[in-house]
Nanobody, 133 residues
Framework: EVQLQASGGGLVQAGGSLRLSCAAS????????IAWFRQAPGKEREGVAC????????YYVDSVKGRFTMSSDGAKATVYLQMNSLNPGDTAVYYC??????????????????????????WGQGTQVTVSS
């Protein structure tokens, strides 16, 4: 079992930046694919970005491409989501989620399937991101 601890959310003005972190309690960090999801009030949870930790294969949804960067640090067993040029549409609770990579396709294919959140069995507690206009 993997425990995930998300942090780094906060309140920022439009155009600003935040960096989210997700620390994983595992000695086999490279064996996992980790994704960021977000859920705004009254909306369904949506995928944001995904990384296969062993080879850094990464995928972003179109709405964040060019603004968000996801990375991983195996030594710290932590993934990051650097979010730049934030806008009010990015306001949501952000969750990190993990699953063993051997059970998953590439990050791009994961997010191309309906309801990609169902692929991930381990979830962090969520961190609030609020972007003011």
């Amino acid at each position: 079992e993997v425990q995930l601890q998300a942090s780094g959310g906060g309140l920022v003005q439009a155009g600003g930046s935040l960096r989210l972190s997700c620390a994983a309690s595992t000695a086999s960090f490279d064996d996992y694919t980790i994704a960021w999801f977000r859920q705004a009030p009254g909306k369904e949870r949506e995928g944001v970005a995904c990384i296969r930790c062993g080879d850094q294969n990464t995928y972003y949804v179109d709405s964040v491409k060019g603004r968000f960067t996801m990375s991983s640090d195996g030594a710290k067993a932590t993934v990051y989501l650097q979010m730049n040029s934030l806008n009010p549409g990015d306001t949501a609770v952000y969750y990190c989620a993990a699953a063993e990579r051997r059970s998953l396709p590439t990050p791009r294919l994961i997010f191309k399937t309906p309801r990609p959140s169902r692929r991930f069995e381990y979830w962090g507690q969520g961190t609030q991101v609020t972007v003011s206009s």
